[in-house]
């Protein structure tokens, strides 16, 4: 990988292509869109340092996403450890007012956030990593420590859960079709 080797322009364009796919998966890992953000510098941080001794034996994507999952596992290790401490007496009603609203996009984001928190962690994660971040099933495998088709059948399964979910909404949608 030429960013490895010092390539300033290879090292930009890579952060380019995949700080998107890194972002989501905080994202979704965490359920936090402004820890996201931090953690996605965490990823990189974690990765230029690493980026030198990377061998190729999987793709520089895969590693990318393999890092991140450690930083949010950090994270969460790092928060356990602490007291959590607010102010506020309604602390929930307060986050809530805080989200943004009108963004497009924001209330379907919403709503598949909600579905996805309906699955198991396992089948999660597979579908996010295959389905909302278009990752190689065997990428994926490799990153989720388990054979290829373990995550076919949780994606599988995913799929199925979440058209179960949908119930009236998905077979409404397919008559209209």
């Known amino acids: 990988m030429a960013a490895g080797r010092g390539d300033r322009e290879a090292l930009e364009a890579f952060v380019r292509e995949t700080r998107m796919d890194v972002w989501r998966f905080t994202a979704h890992l965490c359920g936090d869109i402004g820890a996201a953000d931090d953690l996605t510098q965490e990823t990189y941080l974690r990765a230029l340092r690493g980026l030198a ?26 928060a356990a450890r602490r007291p959590v401490v607010t102010a506020a007496e309604n602390w929930q009603l307060v986050a809530e007012r805080s989200q943004p609203r009108g963004v497009p996009g924001f209330d379907e984001g919403v ?41 076919r059948s949780r994606v599988a399964r995913a799929r199925a859960d979440l058209m179960e979910a949908l119930g009236p909404v998905s077979s409404g949608m397919s008559a209209a079709a």
Do not use: H, K
């Open 53 to 78: 001794s990377y061998e190729g034996r999987s793709c520089a994507r895969s590693w990318l996403l393999s890092i991140a999952r450690r930083a949010v596992v950090d994270r969460y290790r790092s």
């Open 111 to 151: 709503a598949l956030r909600e579905l996805l928190e309906l699955l198991p962690a396992e089948r999660q994660e597979a579908f996010v990593l295959t389905r909302v971040l278009g990752l190689p099933y065997a990428d994926a495998a490799r990153l989720l420590g388990c054979p290829i088709g373990t995550v």
